[in-house]
């Protein structure tokens, strides 16, 4: 007797609940019942393309799922005007896309309160999570990525044939933009990546204490040229393009990240640190047209699964070294080498 | 010894020049709104928009005098709509100061995505170089030679101001009403002179000098603007103000103070490997507590002038 009625009222709950779900899906069905035949895919950039990096390799992703997915694809440029990502979000959805895909963690805040308003929409967030029903979120390894410019200083450091600039100090640098866990995620894999080549090279390590103080950052990194360092690796934002303009000062070399900044000072500038947003991206509207893209879900992407990449300024780096460089990234691929990670960033990349 | 050594190395001494200089012209700039009774808050703005119309002046023009000259124009209009804001709109000063600064944060980023299609900053391919410092054999000079050698013009240009700034404040008749005009603005008006227009010249002189500071910040090593390279580096060269209680020659002690704390910092950083959140405070506990030493210093005087005799109250 006790349990029946108890039975009764979760099972109420239940219908309840899946009448609310049908509610949402028939709320949905306009949207997709046109779509069920062509997969049509909106991009909205929250900045400009033409960047050289992050936004043009998302553009990248959304081209190849045009050619090889047959879908039909829309690009929506949000301009630097932050106040207008809200809108031109809310202008993609709900408008018979099957996928809305967009992208930094700027516009995560403007995505999170746009997925509510459009709960039948889906959509792709890459570099940032947001924990939505109808949002598959892409985060990406960036240990992994400086593990790859750890590698390639310290074959600076050690191939002073390839590397003219280079003394043969066996001395790198890493000068970072704040002493917080997600730069010191950057630092520990640098570290790990110089010292896989050889244990015996020294990492110079300094934090500016600001991602917009260029000056701060040139000043640390001349003095770590002054120690001898052969590259440094800039992961400190805005305050790294006073680290690549130092390298540029006293004719060594250095490293970019997050946007190509191979071409700012190309006679310094060996590679930038980049996420392969287009690969990420590409992947997940693959999985979105097969119906099986898991939403409310952080696909994790590393060098494992091809996320991450080193662009290699090739006036610089010969191709011996981007061969030797591969085969680096191929150990991390095979799980020979691990590269360490700080928390909250200590991910392992999906599939 | 041999990390003293490595501390107190010869490219320390640039860097306490790098890091004072751009303090210094910001601050001297400041030291004469300060003197006619105004806090300028508006600094770290005037310094930034000289940064960014210089590195934008520098490149379309590829001369660098033009383009100095577009960082104090720069810096000079902006504290137009400063002092016209507050001086002759009555806005509070601090107000209109916050402005200055969230404006100029903004139209710099504004300027940069319309002009250069790039959000955070703009480095160009060529950008003409200001003139260094050459010392020749005098570059053998201990800290001295090694600290000015290889820096651009306007670092001289700084320190001649530190002089300059002093003549004009306490040996001109202009630097007089400055300091009346602050002092007690009755007595000016009473004298039958005009406190406003008194005001403005102080105003006008804080932004030409902030834009300076803004083109040695940008050109003097980087070549490039970034948006929000100041850092915050106008309100420390407000801290410095205070530090000098606005003469010249006190003001260039603490932007000293500030460099010299901040490029210590910095070796102590990668020498010595001590955590950097720590030691990014020493520039500010520096400013703190040569802040604090003043009137510490003056209390114990006092104490001692007062156990010795009465002629105390006469200072009471």
């Known amino acids: 007797m006790g349990h029946k009625p108890r039975f009764k009222k979760s099972a109420r709950i239940g219908a309840a609940l899946a009448a609310m779900t049908s509610l949402v899906a028939a709320w949905g069905i306009p949207a997709t019942a046109a779509s069920t035949k062509t997969f049509k895919v909106a991009y909205m950039v929250p900045g400009n393309l033409g960047d050289l990096g992050f936004f043009d390799s998302g553009e990248k992703g959304i081209t190849w799922a045009h050619q090889r997915l047959g879908a039909i694809v829309k690009t929506v440029q949000g301009t630097t005007d932050t106040s207008q990502w809200t809108p031109d979000l809310k202008a993609v959805s709900g408008q018979g896309y099957n996928v809305v895909v967009t992208g930094s963690s700027q516009v995560a805040q403007d995505l999170q309160a746009v997925a509510k308003q459009f709960p039948a929409q889906h959509y792709i967030m890459f570099d940032d999570d947001v924990a939505a029903p109808n949002v598959a979120s892409i985060v990406y390894l960036q240990n992994d990525g400086a593990f790859l410019a750890g590698v390639l200083s310290a074959l600076v450091t050690t191939h002073t044939k390839q590397f003219p600039l280079s003394k043969g100090s066996d001395v790198v640098g890493i000068v970072g933009g704040m002493n917080i866990p997600v730069i010191r995620d950057f630092v520990v894999g640098f570290v790990k990546g110089a010292h896989v080549v050889n244990p015996k090279i020294k990492v110079l390590t300094s934090y500016v204490g600001s991602f917009t103080d260029p000056q701060t950052g040139y000043n640390q990194a001349i003095e770590m040229y002054n120690q001898g360092a052969d590259a440094i690796f800039a992961a400190a934002g805005g305050s790294g393009l006073g680290v690549l303009k130092a390298s540029a000062h006293v004719n060594r070399y250095s490293i970019g990240v997050d946007s190509n900044q191979n071409g700012l000072y190309p006679k310094n500038v060996l590679a930038s640190d980049l996420k392969n947003v287009d690969v990420s991206v590409f992947d997940l509207l693959k999985l979105a047209k097969a119906g099986t893209l898991k939403y409310n879900h952080q696909y994790v992407y590393g060098l494992s699964n091809n996320g991450i990449a080193l662009l290699l300024n090739n006036k610089l780096v010969p191709k011996s070294i981007s061969n030797a460089l591969a085969a680096y990234s191929a150990k991390v691929t095979s799980g020979k080498v691990n590269v360490p990670c700080v928390p909250p960033y200590c991910l392992s990349a999906s599939k | ?316």
């Open chain 2, 1 to 316: 010894m041999n990390t003293l050594g490595q501390i107190f190395n010869n490219s320390l001494w640039s860097f306490v020049v790098l890091d004072t200089t751009t303090i210094l012209l910001a601050a001297l700039g400041g030291a004469f709104t300060q003197q006619a009774n105004i806090l300028n808050v508006a600094l770290d703005g005037m310094m930034l928009i000289g940064a960014f119309a210089g590195i934008a002046v520098g490149a379309a023009t590829h001369s660098i005098a033009i383009a100095v000259l577009a960082s104090i124009g720069a810096g000079l209009v902006l504290s137009l709509l400063f002092g016209w804001a507050s001086l002759w709109l009555g806005a509070d000063f601090i107000v209109a100061g916050i402005g200055i600064g969230l404006l100029t944060s903004g139209l710099s980023v504004f300027l940069l995505e319309r002009l250069y299609h790039s959000e955070g900053s703009y480095t160009p391919t060529t950008f003409p170089n200001l003139p260094a410092i050459h010392l020749g054999p005098l570059v053998h000079i201990p800290v001295i030679g090694p600290a000015l050698e290889g820096q651009s013009i306007l670092v001289v240009v700084a320190i001649l101001l530190v002089p300059f700034c002093h003549w004009v404040l306490y040996h001109t008749r202009f630097g007089t009403h400055v300091r009346a005009v602050g002092e007690d603005e009755a007595a000016v008006v009473a004298a039958g002179l005009r406190p406003r227009r008194i005001k403005m010249g102080a105003v006008l002189i804080s932004g030409a000098l902030c834009g300076l500071a803004g083109a040695e910040l940008a050109m003097g090593t980087l070549d490039q603007f970034v948006s929000g390279m100041t850092a915050g580096r106008g309100f420390i060269a407000l801290a410095a103000i205070f530090v000098g209680r606005a003469t010249p020659v006190g003001t260039f002690v603490g932007a000293l103070v500030f460099g010299f704390a901040s490029a210590i910092a910095n070796q102590l950083q990668q020498v010595l490997n001590l955590p950097s959140n720590l030691l990014f405070m020493v520039p500010y506990i520096a400013t703190v507590v040569v802040l604090l030493s003043r009137p510490v210093l003056a209390a114990y005087r006092l104490k001692r002038k007062a156990r010795q005799g009465p002629e105390v109250y006469a200072g009471a």
